[in-house]
């Protein structure tokens, strides 16, 4: 079973540019979480999608936000680049949106390095 | 200029020897909980969890104790190898919550030969 996948792998963006990151769950995998890492804040949720709704937000700006599709697989985009926006962008997915038995491992992929100059 | 970041803490092991990594938890309402290693350049990886029902879930090489007494989760791994060396976050989570994990700052676990 192929794991959560994650595109680009780097990216390098200016300040003020946008991006939109990209990622493919695990096959059969529902929910689709984004986390922003950096050595600062450590490892920090952004948000929860199942069914294409977003279940579940962290505290960033309204400059990220993202969507899932049809087929589970989800895009985070962060508009207006800030210097501090310069982070490893981590996709995770599990089962369904909920901590029951059976649903709640949260698999990573390996994440796209953002650098914003 | 320094710049400043997250001072992990360090555990030094040498190898073949166990370690101990300890993790505190700040939500009582917390009842699921994992851990993960991170190796450098690699998204965390799924190492062994536990619900609050446990106290202690076993899994290969690796024990997770859980003390909800005083909210103290633990992640022992016996024997350990240089393959071990990276950084081990412990998350919580809850259904009142939402299913959100809250992730601790991680510990960096350095084998030594």
């Known amino acids: 079973k192929a794991g959560v996948t994650q595109t680009p792998r780097y990216l390098i963006k200016t300040r003020g540019q946008q991006v939109t990151l990209s990622c493919s769950p695990i096959?059969?995998?529902?929910?689709v979480s984004w986390y922003q890492q950096t050595p600062g804040q450590g490892l920090q949720f952004l948000f929860e999608?199942?069914?294409?709704?977003?279940?579940n937000k962290g505290n960033f700006p309204g400059r990220f936000s993202g969507r899932q599709f049809s087929n589970s697989r989800s895009e985070m985009n962060v508009s207006t680049l800030e210097l501090g926006d310069s982070a490893l962008y981590l996709c995770?997915?599990?089962?369904?949106?909920?901590?029951?038995?059976?649903?709640?491992?949260?698999?990573f992929g390996s994440g796209t390095q953002l650098s914003v100059l | 200029g320094e710049s400043v970041g997250l001072h992990l803490p360090t555990l030094s092991v040498q190898e073949g020897d166990n370690s101990i990594i300890n993790c505190a938890y700040s939500?009582?309402?917390?009842?699921?909980f994992i851990w993960y290693k991170q190796e450098s350049g690699k998204g965390p990886q799924f190492i062994i969890d536990?619900?609050?029902?446990?106290d202690k879930r076993q899994g290969q090489r690796v024990t997770v104790l859980l003390n909800k007494t005083v909210k103290h989760l633990s992640l022992q791994i016996a024997a350990t190898q240089p393959g071990d060396s990276a950084v081990y976050f412990c998350a919580e989570g809850g259904d009142r919550s939402g299913g959100k994990l809250q992730f601790g700052a991680g510990t960096q676990v350095v084998v030594t030969p």
């Open positions: 939500n009582s309402a917390s009842d699921y």
């Open positions: 536990i619900r609050s029902n446990m």
């Open positions: 096959s059969g995998h529902r929910s």
């Open positions: 999608y199942f069914s294409e709704t977003q279940r």
């Open positions: 995770a997915s599990r089962v369904r949106a909920n901590l029951k038995e059976g649903n709640e491992k949260l698999f």
